[in-house]
């Protein structure tokens, strides 16, 4: 069983829809990450949090919102995706610095 | 910037042996290896620092040569339970894992 929640495990949504992706750690870790991860590629970084705040944006297109509101929680708010934002999102945590990362089970998104 | 992996793929048979190489163009001060079983999440098996040490994870084990900016992992008497995408991940020199960067992985098949 992986230490990292994420909820839902699947989500359909329209392109006009809001959703948000939960993710929720209790390691006691304070850097939490959001990967994207396309069919056959590796994961991509989108979003880390550091001590709850906002430490990398790798160029996200704004319809996605990350939100850290406490050290065990992070969230990802969706809003006029486009279906090649279909993919499998990934959270993961660590201690800061260079440690190891502990992913979720992630969240299947497609978008229609 | 992405680590280079090679092979792409690679099928063994129970009880053989294999190696997985991954290789930067860029100066590494470590090297993190990660195992992702298929619709499952990418699982930690080690990290490597600069120093050339050899870790090791069960008949798995890894060597990091900061001076060719490169890493090896090594999977001695394969059993089916190894099969799965093996991601090496790359942080950039300072030492922060924040930013790791996966390559593209490398698919390992292995049969009875």
């Known amino acids: 069983d992986t230490e990292v929640t994420q909820t839902p495990k699947h989500l359909v949504m329209g392109m006009t829809n809001k959703k948000s992706l939960k993710c929720e750690q209790h390691?006691?870790?304070?850097?939490m990450y959001w990967y994207k991860q396309k069919a056959k590629k590796p994961p991509e970084l989108m979003f880390v949090y550091s001590y709850e705040k906002l430490s990398i944006n790798e160029s996200v297109p704004s319809r996605f919102s990350p939100e850290c509101p406490n050290s065990s929680l992070l969230n990802l708010h969706l809003h006029a995706l486009q279906p090649e934002d279909s993919a499998l999102y990934l959270c993961a945590s660590s201690q800061p610095g260079n440690s190891p990362l502990h992913f979720g089970n992630g969240t299947r998104l497609t978008v229609t | 910037q992405q680590p280079v992996q090679s092979p792409q793929a690679v099928i063994l048979r129970e009880g053989e042996d294999a190696v997985i190489n991954c290789s930067s163009s860029k100066a590494l001060y470590s090297v993190h290896w990660y195992r992702q079983k298929h619709g499952e999440a990418p699982v930690f098996l080690m990290i490597?620092?600069?120093?050339?040490e050899q870790k090791g994870h069960e008949k798995i084990s890894a060597s990091f040569n900061e001076k060719k900016q490169q890493s090896s992992l090594y999977l001695t008497a394969s059993q089916l339970s190894y099969s799965g995408t093996y991601f090496c991940g790359t942080g950039a020199s300072g030492g922060s894992n924040y930013k790791l960067t996966f390559g593209k992985g490398t698919l390992l098949t292995v049969n009875p």
């Open positions: 390691m006691g870790h304070r850097a």
């Open positions: 490597l620092l600069k120093g050339g």
